[in-house]
């Protein structure tokens, strides 16, 4: 199966207003590896990043700078006109990821010729068939003469992740996927994806901003912030014991049930995101001006720190490795110090 490797990426955008010129840096530095039969969970708030990165991988956009490489099993490089037969999307928006004036067989028959694995009507006919099946979509030779207005937002999501499998790709990045859908049937889609990646050995870059699933549907989770990764690890140490602040941010702004009220940290960082988030732009760590650890240090852009096995947080003062409320008091004295 294949590695897709990802070094030091890096994505600008040339920004003019009037006769000024600047420049926003969407994309910092970022670096991960998806593994065959394996899930990375890239995680953050809307504007960090994340969908740039995919679509970077995806080729959709041109980097700026880094490098994205595709290994094959023998371990030499996949050539760049093979690239798109082995990594593919699955979009965030269903609706829009398909042509209303086509069939669901035409979607699905059209990858199958441009890459070669159909030779005629019959055999991609056939396939597509196969693909339908799979993503439980039946009866198979119904759906496929049906028209994409004609299905739920759930079938035609997955319609589009029987696409993304047929050119016969090994690296699928799933951009929001389930964002888009009803709650009832997230779930579905999700176990469709995970029970997809166990059967072909798959590598899933899975992008969300829910913290729960990404748990759940992944093996590592990487925290993005303005463009850069500030928290990488294995799934449940960086949701059950996050290391930075931002991690332990976004952790408390998920709905609880049993909680009768955010943390006193949490509070703390929101509370000033407004005023104090402009004065932290600039160089150094960019979650100063929302941080209640923030010291003199954090003028500088800080390296990654080995905070627990294979688990590291871009942060001059990570947080204590317990999670409780212990941790705010122990915020409090850090402070103080």
Request: charged residues 25%; aromatic residues 4%.
């Amino acid at each position: 199966m294949t590695t897709l490797a990802v070094r030091d990426l890096v994505k600008d955008y040339a920004l003019r207003s009037g006769l000024r010129r600047s420049t926003l840096r969407a994309v910092d530095r970022v670096s991960f590896t998806l593994e065959p039969g394996r899930t990375v969970a890239l995680v953050g708030e809307s504007g960090s990043g994340k969908s740039t990165v995919a679509r970077m991988i995806a080729r959709l956009e041109k980097p700026s700078a880094g490098r994205i490489t595709v290994t094959a099993p023998d371990g030499r490089p996949v050539p760049d006109r093979h690239y798109r037969h082995h990594v593919q999307m699955v979009f965030q928006d269903p609706f829009g990821s398909l042509n209303p004036f086509h069939t669901v067989e035409h979607h699905l028959a059209r990858p199958l010729r441009l890459h070669g694995r159909a030779r005629n009507r019959e055999e991609a006919r056939a396939l597509v068939e196969e693909l339908l099946e799979r993503v439980n979509l039946g009866p198979a030779r119904t759906i496929a003469r049906r028209r994409p207005h004609e299905l739920s937002g759930g079938q035609r999501q997955r319609v589009a992740i029987a696409r993304a499998l047929a050119p016969g790709a090994t690296v699928v990045i799933a951009d929001e996927p389930v964002s888009m859908l009803d709650v009832s049937i997230r779930l579905g889609i999700l176990n469709l994806l995970a029970r997809l990646q166990r059967e072909d050995t798959l590598a899933v870059l899975y992008i969300t901003h829910d913290l729960a699933t990404a748990r759940h549907f992944s093996d590592d989770i990487l925290v993005m912030y303005r463009g850069r990764v500030v928290e990488r690890g294995p799934a449940d140490e960086v949701i059950l014991r996050p290391r930075h602040p931002y991690t332990r941010l976004l952790a408390s702004a998920a709905p609880d049930p049993g909680a009768r009220g955010r943390s006193p940290e949490a509070a703390v960082v929101t509370g000033a995101a407004g005023e104090r988030y402009a004065a932290g732009a600039g160089s150094g760590c960019d979650f100063r001006g929302r941080c209640p650890r923030a010291t003199d240090a954090c003028s500088r852009v800080p390296e990654d720190a080995e905070v627990g096995y294979d688990h590291y947080a871009k942060c001059w003062h990570p947080l204590a490795a317990t999670t409780g409320p212990d941790t705010a008091a122990d915020s409090g004295e850090r402070r103080a110090g």
